[in-house]
């Protein structure tokens, strides 16, 4: 099978090939694709190497399956013309994502949504993957009215520009003597800035948050509120997130219930400090859940925490869990 990565150069196209070699992928051959300055560049991938080509290079190539992480731009532009030649398209970037044409999925949320048609796939904002997660079987279980969700969100997110940015601030770069990505210091410092502001006085990262729970879960009537805040941290995204449910619980029940989904661990013993924590998340699929407590302050709530790596079950792992899916219901050829 062809496979392409487009942005296969950047942080999540490299670990995106990573995870497509971890899972054993049946790639017979590789198509990464970058931007003109990176053409002629080689990966490594399935102990080869590849060279890099331009998007229009590997549309001639005509693959199976792309995997996009180049930003919304280039998923506008690209995907459809991937699409028009009969290649299932997985879309990281925003774009796509509240489009009512295209399917929004988390493999083991909403996976049943996939049909042959799809010829474009959206893979969720990584501090919606997490949230929504362990949320999915207590919306199941208990009803959800209402999340209200803090980030604490890692330099990944942004790119391997925002690291450089972090490690020359730590290195004792003074303001302006070297490329930023954010708009102030990120070193000692935290921002509640991700993304733009709108009207509304939300980020578009908050406002994902909120659209695309509602999709994922396949219920509007849940009310959603988000505050995103970027750290100086370059493991995973954290977040703290209070939940209102309709019908009564157990405490235990939760963890019962959050810990039934594949891919959520629950870390959940503060007596011996054991709780989830990016440091430790860092490199891993799952996502990790703990600090489960009753919110004394409404009949049916809690509250909990909630760590993930953002570029792997964030991003990568669950793009490749998404064509893993296309293979398994045979929408592949």
Known sequence: ?????????????????????????????????????????????????????????????????????????????????????????VDNSSYWRMDPTKKLVVPEINGDVLEDSDMIIANPNCSTIQMVLPLAPIHKAL???????????????????AIHQMEAERAGAKWGEYPAVYPCPIDQNILPHIDSFLENGYTKEEMKMVNETKKILRDDSIAVTATTVRVPVQGGHSESINVEVEKPFEIDQVREIMGSISG??????????????????????????????????????????????????????????????????????
Request: net charge positive; charged share 20%.
């Open 264 to 333: 959520v661990t629950v870390q959940d013993d503060p007596a011996n400090n054991v709780y989830p924590m990016p440091l430790y998340a860092w490199g891993k699929d799952d996502v990790f859940v703990g600090r489960i407590r009753r919110d004394f302050t409404v009949k049916n709530g809690f509250n909990f925490w909630c760590v993930s790596d953002n570029i792997r079950k964030g991003a990568a792992t669950n793009a490749v869990q998404i064509a893993c899916l296309l293979l398994e219901k045979g929408y592949l050829k």
């Open 1 to 89: 099978m062809k496979v392409a990565v487009v942005g296969a150069t950047g942080l999540v196209g490299t670990r995106m090939l990573q995870v497509l070699e971890e899972r054993q992928f049946p790639v017979t051959e590789l198509i990464p694709v970058a931007s003109e300055k990176s053409k002629g560049r080689k990966v490594s991938f399935m102990g080869k190497e590849w060279v890099v080509v331009t998007s229009e290079e590997a549309l001639a190539a005509k693959p199976s399956l792309a995997i996009f992480s180049a930003g919304g731009e280039a998923s506008h532009q690209l995907a459809p013309r991937f699409a028009e030649i009969g290649c299932k398209v």
């Open 143 to 161: 009803t959800i009215k209402r999340i209200v969700v803090s980030t604490y969100q890692s330099v990944t997110g942004t790119g391997y520009k």
